[in-house]
């Protein structure tokens, strides 16, 4: 079973936390590309992480509705699946915003997924974890040959199995120096990585 992160890994958030910003009026001054790094950078910067906690809430509430999925990510589910190799989504987004009003930011990621031709069903299972030690604990019981995450934390979480190959995401190479795993900034690269035997 291949294992994959949602947010910021199969859901590209730059548009939502663009409009985000906007709407609470932190948006990046002059950036050549307004990212989630660049508007944490304004948000922190504006009014401190009382305010980034709140473009979160925003941008991954009903501001997900501008999110897109990652260039080659459909198509990389839709060919694992056509072959038949098991997928699981393994999420440890909270239920809901720290700050900002009560919306189950898993039913928005739920309903998105449906959105974008990726209906979580057998085929494509969604786990929510509420910890990094809960999607590692997930990781072990699905017994997954693969994770692919774009956050370097979950590996070095205690526990992290073995037997599971670390793909970091790097779509934007924030971490061009990790060299404890394979990393890709791609799903094209994922895909030659993980479904190279597939024909």
Same mark, same amino acid.
Not at 7 to 10: E, G, K, L, M
Not at 114 to 119: A, D, I, M, S, V
């Given at each position: 079973m291949i294992a994959l992160d949602l947010?910021?890994? &199969?859901i590209c958030y730059d548009e /939502?936390?663009?409009a985000a910003a906007e709407k609470v009026g932190c948006l990046p001054a002059s950036c050549e590309r307004v990212d989630k790094?660049?508007?944490k950078a304004a948000a922190m910067a504006a009014g401190g992480n009382e305010l980034w906690t709140r473009v979160?809430? &925003?941008a991954y509430g009903d501001g997900i509705s501008s999110a897109t999925p990652f260039p080659g990510c459909v198509e990389f589910i839709q060919c694992a699946l056509h072959a038949n190799v098991p997928l699981a989504v393994i999420s440890h987004k909270t239920e809901y915003p720290a700050i900002g009003p009560r919306v189950s930011l898993r039913h928005t /990621? =739920?309903?998105w997924m449906?959105? $974008?031709? =990726?209906?979580p069903d057998d085929q494509l299972p969604v786990n929510f974890c509420d910890s990094r030690e809960e999607k590692v604990a997930r990781l072990v019981s699905l017994n997954c040959r /693969? =994770?692919?995450d774009d956050l370097p934390e979950v590996f070095l979480t205690p526990g992290f199995p073995a037997g599971t190959l670390f793909v970091l995401f790097d779509p934007v190479e924030? $971490? /061009?120096d990790w060299s404890a795993s394979p990393r890709v900034t791609s799903w094209q690269a994922a895909a030659t990585l993980l479904l190279r035997d597939i024909k």
């Open positions: 947010d910021n890994t &199969i /939502a936390f663009r790094s660049s508007v979160q809430g &925003i /990621a =739920l309903s449906e959105k $974008h031709g =990726l209906p /693969a =994770l692919v924030s $971490h /061009a």
